[in-house]
């Protein structure tokens, strides 16, 4: 979700969130993005509903599983219930056809955000640079009457050490996950949503809300779709600051 940045996309993700009703949400990390936050304060109010939205499922009976992701590990120290919501590591969620289901944010598994700390935090520049290119680029599409467009997503899938990290990254969670004895894993992480199989292990990555705008849905027979909401514009002119008090 990376809330407290100008790449996240609060307009799709509150529509998703009034879509679904369901019996369990899980947050699988990089809720609130601190490590953005750390650079400059950004909080528009619609960052605020999105939280706001969430603690209300809470109230009204949704259990919300929390697992944070490296933007927002602070959240660690925090671990355990909280009424409906929990925080925790990772998950094993029973789905509805028996299969168990290993759910984690993915970065304990990338070895420059665990080893070269500096590095992972470079990288997120560059990869925000890019992203605060996405509104001038789609504000010139749209005056040609075409769709939206994402540069840092092009060039994850164009660039070829982005596609290698991507496919070793993907194969090391699997192993990981064989280790619990399960039958699949969900990820998040690599903002690149996939449903495949590898293996005896079937791989889903949720993808984002900066550029895929997805999630996973589980049915009541225990199939699990990707739902995809189209990204709303961002204004290359919105650039003010505002912050506001979260009521629980």
Same mark, same amino acid.
């Given at each position: 979700?990376?809330? !407290?940045?100008?790449? $996240?996309?609060?307009? $799709?993700?509150?529509?998703?969130?009034?879509?679904?009703?369901?019996?369990?949400?899980?947050?699988?990390?990089?809720?609130?993005?601190?490590?953005?936050?750390?650079?400059?304060?950004?909080?528009?109010?619609?960052?605020?509903?999105?939280?706001?939205?969430?603690?209300?499922?809470?109230?009204?009976?949704?259990?919300?599983?929390?697992? *944070?992701?490296?933007? /927002?590990?602070?959240?660690? /120290?925090?671990?355990?219930?909280?009424?409906?919501?929990?925080?925790?590591?990772? $998950?094993?969620?029973?789905?509805?056809?028996?299969?168990?289901?290993?759910?984690?944010? !993915?970065?304990?598994?990338?070895?420059?955000?665990?080893?070269?700390?500096?590095? $992972?935090?470079?990288?997120?520049?560059?990869?925000?640079?890019?992203?605060?290119?996405? *509104?001038?680029?789609?504000?010139?599409?749209?005056?040609?009457?075409?769709?939206?467009?994402?540069? &840092?997503?092009?060039?994850?899938?164009?660039?070829?050490?982005?596609?290698?990290?991507?496919?070793?990254?993907?194969?090391?969670?699997?192993?990981?996950?064989?280790?619990?004895?399960?039958?699949?894993?969900?990820?998040?992480?690599?903002?690149?949503?996939?449903?495949?199989?590898?293996?005896?292990?079937?791989?889903?990555?949720? !993808?984002?809300?900066?550029?895929?705008? &997805?999630?996973?849905?589980?049915?009541?027979?225990?199939?699990?779709?990707?739902?995809?909401?189209? *990204?709303? *514009?961002?204004?290359?002119?919105?650039?003010?600051?505002?912050?506001?008090?979260?009521?629980?």
């Amino acid at each position: 979700m990376h809330l !407290g940045t100008r790449g $996240a996309n609060a307009g $799709a993700l509150l529509d998703f969130l009034r879509d679904y009703e369901v019996e369990t949400l899980y947050i699988v990390g990089d809720l609130i993005d601190i490590w953005a936050l750390r650079r400059g304060i950004y909080w528009p109010q619609e960052h605020n509903d999105v939280i706001q939205k969430i603690l209300r499922k809470g109230r009204k009976g949704t259990r919300i599983i929390y697992i *944070p992701g490296n933007h /927002d590990e602070l959240v660690t /120290d925090f671990e355990g219930s909280y009424g409906n919501i929990t925080i925790q590591k990772h $998950a094993i969620h029973e789905l509805a056809d028996g299969r168990r289901l290993f759910v984690i944010h !993915g970065h304990e598994l990338d070895t420059v955000v665990q080893n070269v700390k500096w590095l $992972a935090f470079l990288g997120d520049v560059g990869y925000q640079f890019l992203l605060s290119l996405n *509104p001038a680029i789609n504000f010139v599409r749209r005056r040609f009457g075409l769709g939206y467009w994402s540069l &840092s997503a092009y060039a994850k899938k164009r660039v070829k050490d982005a596609v290698s990290f991507v496919g070793r990254f993907e194969e090391e969670v699997v192993r990981y996950a064989r280790d619990y004895s399960v039958d699949a894993v969900l990820c998040g992480h690599i903002h690149s949503a996939a449903i495949r199989q590898i293996g005896p292990v079937t791989y889903y990555n949720c !993808g984002d809300w900066v550029e895929t705008c &997805s999630a996973l849905v589980e049915s009541a027979t225990g199939q699990i779709e990707m739902v995809k909401y189209e *990204p709303f *514009p961002v204004s290359v002119e919105n650039s003010d600051i505002v912050s506001s008090t979260v009521s629980s």
